[in-house]
């Protein structure tokens, strides 16, 4: 994988940024092959068998691959962790997506009901008025009855038993 300069992939585990044109397998290669030569050279001063030098050689190979399977799986582990980070931002970016809908649609319902609560306060109030209005109505329709009937009733005749026809044709009882 080819990155460009200062991406995760050219960090090592610190997150220190390496040398361009340096590879962490060389730079470990080189360091197993000097750790040999000490080695070598604080062995006695015989010289080392063919076997040994390939025995040396072979550990040193295995050494160098096993070190750069371990880089490639770091960088492999460090790109798959990115990428489940950027897929949980994803995920929560959404959710917020989500909820500032939901914030949006309860502020179109809480304006909605302020309406409501608003028309049905200004219907309230409509009602009392026509009902004081009826009241008031009422009031006067009896009032204006009880001035007729006591009107009819001064033009009565002023003679005879309480209950009596007037000559309208109509009973009139003088007790309610």
Do not use: C, Y
Request: charged share 35%; glycine share 4%; aromatic share 2%.
């Amino acid at each position: 994988m080819n990155a460009p300069a200062g991406s995760t992939e050219d960090m090592d585990i610190d997150g220190d940024q390496e040398p361009s044109g340096v590879r962490k397998e060389d730079s470990l290669l080189a360091d197993i092959k000097h750790a040999a030569d000490e080695a070598a050279s604080a062995a006695p001063s015989r010289a080392p068998t063919p076997l040994e030098k390939a025995a040396a050689v072979a550990f040193g190979a295995a050494a160098a691959k096993g070190t750069s399977i371990a880089a490639k799986e770091s960088l492999e582990t460090r790109r798959l962790t990115l990428r489940v980070l950027d897929l949980q931002m994803q995920k929560i970016t959404l959710k917020l997506k989500h909820f500032d809908e939901l914030e949006d649609i309860m502020d179109a319902e809480r304006v909605q009901l302020d309406r409501d609560r608003a028309a049905l306060e200004n219907e309230r109030e409509q009602l009392k008025r026509e009902s004081e209005a009826l009241r008031l109505e009422r009031e006067h329709l009896k009032k204006a009855k009880e001035s007729r009937v006591d009107f009819q009733l001064s033009w009565l005749p002023q003679v005879g038993p309480l209950s009596q026809r007037s000559s309208f044709g109509v009973s009139i009882d003088a007790r309610k």
